[in-house]
């Protein structure tokens, strides 16, 4: 059993022919199979692109909290724009109570999409959601929409090297991620001035709910940590040249559990910690096509779940965590 997070160098997938996808969709299976987690290199992603996400996102969340309520949604309904301190707790999306998670956060997604109706239909509204930007700092905006098209791309050949370890087409999920509902969060947890309440953390433990997440971190203290499958917990090093991929949980129910949506977490920094434990990490939740119907892949009799829609498995979830 793996008691640590294998790194997968995906350039040779990129650059090279059939054997060498072959090679690394076989490694990203095993870690599928073992933990549901891996580090990524070698990905194609701009340095500065993620730098000037990061640099944005914590220039925003130095901002007066004042400031920062004036980018919340006029709706607490609608998911976009900045959310305070213990808005959500994501423990409760599988079934644990848990007081709200010690994190600030802002959720957007794609910027603008085609005057179609899927994307403009009554179902179409529900997912494709205007931004809300705040005004400072400049610049915000434009740097996620760069990062956004870069881990659509990123996606998309995951999701390639995805079905040749599963066994299927490689072109197996294109028609299925090709109108995505993709968010996004920048989070912040900032440093703790004061202890947390029982069973409060700076995210719960819980699993994801779409296919890939794809997170870049810091490594400072309090950070992710995933459970093995005997129970035990090991730290996650995340830098700010590599991507942690995990599973979600259609993910897990479209390869029929062959592949885990593992539970993981973000631990409270040590108390002595001080203000270096705050921590910003940008997560991009792929996600389907809302009209995606998720069967699983398996002979005839042997599905463990019943097939669902991509859109109300994601619905029931963000339900599920609000506090």
Known sequence: ?????????????LRGGAGARARVAHDIDRACVETGFFTIRGHGVPAGVVQ???DGARAFFELPLEEKLRAQPADPQVPRGYRVLGFDALA???????PGDLKEYYHFGREGWPDDPYYTGESGRRYFVPNRWPERPA????????YYAEMERLTGDL???AAIALGVREDFFVDKIDRHITAMRLNFYPALDAPPAPGQMRAGEHTDYGLLTILNGEDVPGGLEVR???????RCVTAADTFVVNIGDLLMRWTNDRWLSNVHRVANPPPD????????????FHHPNYDARVDCIAPPGEARYPSVLSGEYRDLKYRQTRV
Request: hydrophobic share 55%; aromatic share 4%; no cysteine.
């Open 1 to 13: 059993m793996s008691t640590a997070i294998p790194v997968i160098d995906l350039d040779p997938a």
């Open 52 to 54: 000037a996400l990061r």
């Open 92 to 98: 409760r999306g599988n079934a644990v109570q848990a």
């Open 139 to 146: 610049g915000l905006a434009a740097a996620a929409q760069a």
């Open 159 to 161: 999701m390639a090297l």
């Open 228 to 234: 093995t499958r005997d129970g035990h917990w090991i």
């Open 273 to 284: 910690a001080g203000p270096g434990a705050a921590r910003t990490s940008i997560a991009f």
